[in-house]
Structures are given as C-alpha cells and as structure tokens.
C-alpha cells in the first residue's frame, strides 16, 4: 500500500533558484500567491528569508550541509573525541573485567 510520502517525492532547490525566489518575495505584497505561483509553500519562502538574512553569503550551502560557526565546529570535532574515549575506556573496562575474573586459569593460588 502507498502512503503520501511514496507518492510525493521531496524536491530540491539550488542556490539561483532560492535567492530569485527571496528577492521576488521582497518586491510582492501577497507571498502567499507567490508560493503558489511557483508551487512551493509560504512558510518555505520565509524560512528561505530567515537563513538569507541570518547568514548571507554562506546561505544554502547544498546538500543539506549545516553553516556552523568556528565555535560550533570546534564543539563538533570535541564532542566526536569525547565520544571516542568514552567508546575506547568502556572496552577497556570491559577488557578487565574478563581478564581480571577468578577463574583459576590466572592465578597461581
């Protein structure tokens, strides 16, 4: 059985096109009739704004990469190594926890 979502398939915008369309909606009143004009909703056009406005020349990277500040990189980049010691200590403890087992096979009592 399909559902909504098999039948509409998620469209995608360049650069060009998301920068006419924002300029084309400064110089309209109704954005609502632009919207339908060229078959995209409203509330899509005033986040196209919101990000122009907000970021200016690094809007709309492409391909769904985030604009992220030098700060939020760096948080990136050191909440991965945080996550990767914290993957490596659990092995590790892991690690001892079987090896440390009083089994007879290590000790010589």
Known sequence: MLNLTDMRKRRRFDREFKQMVIELSYNR??????????????DLIYRWRREAELHRDASFPGQGNKILTDEQKEITRLKKELRDAQLERDILKKAVSIFSKNDGKYSSL
């Open 29 to 42: 009143e109704d954005i609502s009739a632009l919207a339908s004009e060229l078959d995209i909703s409203a």
